[in-house]
């Protein structure tokens, strides 16, 4: 059964950093594409970042474009996100997400592309 568990989330101060953790246990890891999405209150989930099965190829919403890195380690099973200059409108619930298809610059936006979810860490910045 694949599982995607979520870490490193919390309160942080506008102006600081974040780093979040993506354990997959999917043993074809290195082989799938794996994405970051965020839900604020009151908000529909959003794409926030995602990363090609071999790393090499990367897109990222506008809103965290300069200030978050992904990245992943498939020795590890591990995709992260690295999140600096946080605001407050950044505040939302972080999840992530594991692909099985094939990498498309608009499709690895989209929620329904995505085959499995983890449950999401809290991720607080105050003004």
């Known amino acids: 059964q694949v599982q995607l568990v979520e870490s490193g989330g919390g309160l942080v101060q506008a102006g600081g950093s974040l780093r979040l953790s993506c354990a997959a246990s999917?043993?074809?890891?290195?082989?799938?594409?794996m994405g970051w999405f965020r839900q604020a209150p009151g908000k529909e989930r959003e794409f926030v970042a995602a990363?090609?099965?071999?790393?090499?190829?990367?897109s990222y919403a506008n809103s965290v474009k300069g200030r978050f890195t992904v990245s992943r380690d498939n020795a590890k099973n591990t995709v992260y996100l690295q999140m600096n200059s946080l605001k407050p409108d950044d505040t939302a619930v972080y999840y992530c997400?594991?692909?099985?298809?094939?990498?498309?610059?608009?499709?690895?936006?989209?929620?329904?592309?995505?085959?499995?979810w983890g449950q999401g860490t809290q991720v607080t910045v105050s003004s």
């Open positions: 997400a594991a692909d099985r298809g094939r990498w498309g610059d608009y499709t690895v936006t989209l929620q329904n592309e995505y085959d499995y």
């Open positions: 999917i043993r074809t890891f290195s082989s799938i594409i």
């Open positions: 990363i090609s099965n071999g790393g090499v190829r990367i």
